[in-house]
């Protein structure tokens, strides 16, 4: 996401781009919920990748108890989108041939002048500058600061998107039409409608995007991490490959710990799988002509949705300041006094939020924010809403 916004503003200001992903099919079907803030939706238009038919309107957040009453309720009209819509919108704003599918970045060289990229099989590529947009785990922010490390949060999410077709009737009438919240100590359940496959806005069509945090340290999640073939991966389980009893240990948790309405969205979910948080914060996001985007950059826990937010500013700010300066080595300088502290900003407040679930709480800052967030009203009124970047200005 991070890549396209790039290339849509840098060619927005003049520039020739080329993007390369690692993927060696189109990325499409992935199917994640993304929360629309006002940042998101100037960077769409700017861009020029538009904001048609960009999701679900709700108008309305409501926490549920146990026993399935609503508790809580909070007006906020909010756009629920998906990557995959997203995806397609900026995909389109790239001419096929500047996109470059099965690329994998394997290292970079840099003098005063330029860039000299390396991709696997041996392929090089040539350039004024490398923008790294290539997610948590980059490996461009890898070959300029190979010290800075994805830290785990202590906690992951159990998650899938059910179609609205699959759920039951009280959930279609008492979950689907909003920001739902059920609030257990140490866990969170959030669901919001999103689009259905191929953007599919038709009611009927759609699905829930689905989220329970769970709390589980290092050797729990490691333990996790050892898939179906006793195959044990270092961050998380391809879903096809997630062990049977992790799966029905979640839903008999279903049925012990959801109220039956959310127990029924769960249900409802064919293959859910799990995703742990980490989050992590680069002291600089510039080295010489190399220039780090959206999580390669900075990674905040997903408590505000922001993370696409963040990726479109990082890529918004990189071209405006090269449209600025004649000098790139300044113009990325500058980049750098703008975005690093944003995006230290962001993970800082996401740590935040993240006291909800009462993992590692060591100031008495931590504590406080933590009893604050007992109160679902506080959760309501916390997470995932528009402008919550006001309050640093
Ligand atoms: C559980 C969860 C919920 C979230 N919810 C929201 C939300 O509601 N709203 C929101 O805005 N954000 C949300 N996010 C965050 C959001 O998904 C990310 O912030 C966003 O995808 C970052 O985009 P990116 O382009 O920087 O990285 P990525 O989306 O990770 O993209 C990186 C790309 O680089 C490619 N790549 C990687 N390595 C190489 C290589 N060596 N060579 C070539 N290509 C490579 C990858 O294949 C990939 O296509 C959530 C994240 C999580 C984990």
């Not at 359940?189 to 290092?218: E, K, M, Q, S, T």
């Amino acid at each position: 996401m991070s890549g396209l916004f790039a290339a849509a503003f840098l060619r927005r200001i003049g520039w020739d781009i080329d993007v390369y992903e690692r993927s060696t099919v189109e990325l499409v079907g992935r199917g994640a919920g993304i929360t629309m803030h006002p940042e998101l939706l100037e960077a769409l238009q700017k861009s020029g990748a538009g904001t048609r038919d960009l999701g679900v309107k709700v108008d309305k957040r409501i926490a549920f108890d146990r026993a399935g009453r609503v508790i809580g309720e909070k007006y906020l009209p909010q756009v629920l989108t998906s990557w995959d819509r997203l995806q397609r919108l900026l995909r389109d704003t790239i001419d096929p041939a500047h996109y470059h599918l099965g690329w994998n970045f394997e290292r970079v060289e840099q003098d005063g002048s330029g860039v000299r990229v390396h991709f696997s099989g041996g392929r090089v590529e040539h350039g004024t500058i490398l923008v790294g947009g290539d997610g948590i785990r980059s490996g461009v922010r890898a070959a300029i600061l190979p010290d800075v490390q994805p830290i785990y949060a202590g906690y992951y999410i159990w998650r899938g998107a059910p179609n609205e077709a699959d759920l039951s009737r009280r959930a279609l009438n008492e979950v689907f039409p909003y920001f739902s919240f059920f609030l257990p100590p140490q866990q969170q359940v959030l669901c919001y409608p999103i689009a259905g496959l191929n953007d599919d806005l038709r009611p009927g069509h759609r699905r829930l995007n689905f989220i329970w945090y769970r709390v589980a340290d290092a050797t729990l999640l490691k333990q996790m991490c050892v898939d179906a073939h006793g195959h044990q991966h270092a961050y998380s389980v391809p879903p096809p490959l997630i062990r049977k009893d992790l799966i029905a240990a979640l839903r008999h948790e279903g049925d012990h710990v959801l109220p039956p309405v959310l127990n029924d969205c769960l249900r409802a979910i064919r293959q859910p799988f799990f995703t742990p948080i980490y989050d992590f914060i680069a002291p600089r996001i510039v080295s010489g002509r190399v220039a780090l985007v959206g999580d390669a950059a900075s990674n905040a826990r997903p408590h505000m949705g922001f993370g696409v937010s963040k990726a479109a500013c990082d890529a918004q700010a990189l071209a405006n300041v090269l449209a600025e300066n004649d000098d790139i080595g300044k113009a990325l300088a500058a980049y750098n006094q703008i975005r690093q502290p944003i995006g230290e900003i962001i993970v800082r407040h996401s740590r935040k939020l993240g006291t909800h679930l009462g993992v590692n709480l060591p100031t008495d800052e931590d504590r406080a924010m933590h009893e604050r967030l007992q109160d679902p009203g506080a959760m309501m009124d916390w997470i995932a809403v528009p402008n919550f970047l006001a309050a640093y200005q």
